[in-house]
């Protein structure tokens, strides 16, 4: 279920951005808080409410979209902050492209989500179109 990989994943990249900030803190270094950011919030954040939806609407996770969707959330919620680490510790010259590569990924991931929630709420708001104030269809 894409749901469970999601969360599962999202709780654990948690984890090491926590860990990663805990570090910066007692070295009281923080070279490293763009990537401790973006690992939170894309890896963490985004993620975790993907996983959400998809368990709210069950229907938004079948089919090979939303597995697409959900490897390139994966894949780019760890390339992304590992090129924003890379370019902050080694230069910009032989890794930038690393962080590019990994904003690209989580774009797609985000738009293919959007796309996914537009049209399985369109589906949802069709089907409840004259059903009484303050019913709903069941998640």
Known sequence: MISTLLLRTSVILLLVGLVLGIVMGI???????PAHAHLNLVGFVVM?????????VPAAGEG????????LLVVGAIIFPLGIAAVLTFG???????AVGGALIVLAAVTLFAWIVFRTTAVRAAVSVGRPAGLSLPI
């Open 27 to 33: 070295r009281q270094d923080f070279v490293l808080a």
């Open 48 to 56: 975790f409410t993907a996983g959400l939806y998809y368990r709210l």
């Open 64 to 71: 090979a979209l939303a597995k697409v969707q959900a490897t």
């Open 92 to 98: 910009p010259a032989r890794f930038e492209m690393l």
